[in-house]
């Protein structure tokens, strides 16, 4: 059973920062693709970020230059960095790993964006 487990959501006002982290097992969690999705009410879930094994990274138009993704391979960790914050990045956000074909999800946590 694999098991993703996000942390660092909360509420920020407009322009802020934070940081989310997603945990996950070992090794299947290093050598694949991780990314972080979002899902706002009333919206479908999409894409923010994702990185590979590598270290290459994709982000979404809409969060480029403001959000960063990065991994620790010693502490089985993604990050997700998130600068200059729109209420419109309002969502739940999700860890996802795909391994083997299927896709793998982590709770959510909500990033709310309001003054």
């Known amino acids: 059973q694999v098991h993703l487990v996000e942390s660092g959501g909360g509420l920020v006002q407009p322009g802020g920062s934070l940081r989310l982290s997603c945990a996950g097992p070992g090794i299947i969690f290093r050598l694949n693709v991780v990314g972080w999705y979002r899902q706002a009410p009333g919206k479908e879930r999409e894409l923010v970020a994702r990185?590979?094994?590598?270290?290459?990274?994709n982000y979404a138009d809409s969060v480029k230059g403001r959000f960063t993704i990065s991994r620790d391979n010693a502490e089985n960790t993604v990050d997700l960095r998130m600068d200059s914050l729109r209420p419109e990045d309002t969502a739940v956000y999700y860890c996802?790993?795909?391994?083997?074909?299927?896709?793998?999800w982590g709770q959510g946590t909500q990033v709310t964006v309001s003054s």
């Open positions: 990185i590979e094994s590598g270290g290459t990274t």
């Open positions: 996802n790993l795909l391994w083997r074909g299927q896709n793998y």
